[in-house]
């Protein structure tokens, strides 16, 4: 059995807010692939079901942001898991809008929800950063989380969640390689082309190519001259 567990704060006034892109990815997750109803467990929120072969819980720590590490660590604890069951989605400043990264352990990068994680159950979980960007300056970061995703958001942000929706199955099968392409291929879809490219011509290829009817002229200049006055 595996954890998802989305991070955001809890109630309808937090719901759009940045810093609940978690909780909007695990929903999402629960949506599309059939899991049963919210329901209300562990300090939180949780929905059951199965992704491919796998058997997962999605969490959504109802403890607001700085105490996460609560209601995963009493989950952990009731299903006897280690912390590598345990995947957290969570709002990354460090990365672009609509970026996607997964990584094993590593800091907290003083992201409040990952602190709490580390303190109750170390470091050795996995985390799909998602990308939100930065305000730029530093005092202007918790502004930035607790306020909605702008309206010139929607598009990308709804990319990047139906991307994590697809490769839900491959990221609870340990293929994070996987789970990252089916990201890009909603977030940054492949173009194609139906014109195709001409090719380049030379010499007297070139000439027929222009003037494919017109028979080519092998006179002389001098033999021109003369037959000009015949």
Known sequence: MQIFVGLG?????????????GFMAVDRIAEDHGFG???ARFQGEVSEGRLGSEKVLL?????FMNLSGQSIGEAMR?????????????DELDLAPGKCRV????????HNGLRSIHQHIGDAYRRVRL???HPGRKELVAGYVLHDFARADADWLDDLLRGISDGAGALAQGDAGGFQNAVA???NPPRSSTTAKPKPVS????????????AVDSRSALQKLADKFR
């Open 131 to 133: 990308g939100i960007g």
């Open 37 to 39: 109803p919210w329901r």
């Open 103 to 110: 990584k094993m352990s590593g800091g907290h990068a003083g």
């Open 78 to 90: 009731f299903f006897k898991l280690e912390p590598g069951d345990v995947t957290v989605f969570h």
């Open 203 to 214: 010499g007297d290829a070139a000439a027929a190519e222009t003037a494919p009817n017109e």
């Open 59 to 63: 969490l959504k720590p109802g403890t």
């Open 9 to 21: 704060n809890p109630g309808g006034k937090y719901a759009k807010n940045r810093h609940n892109i």
């Open 185 to 187: 291929l909603r977030v």
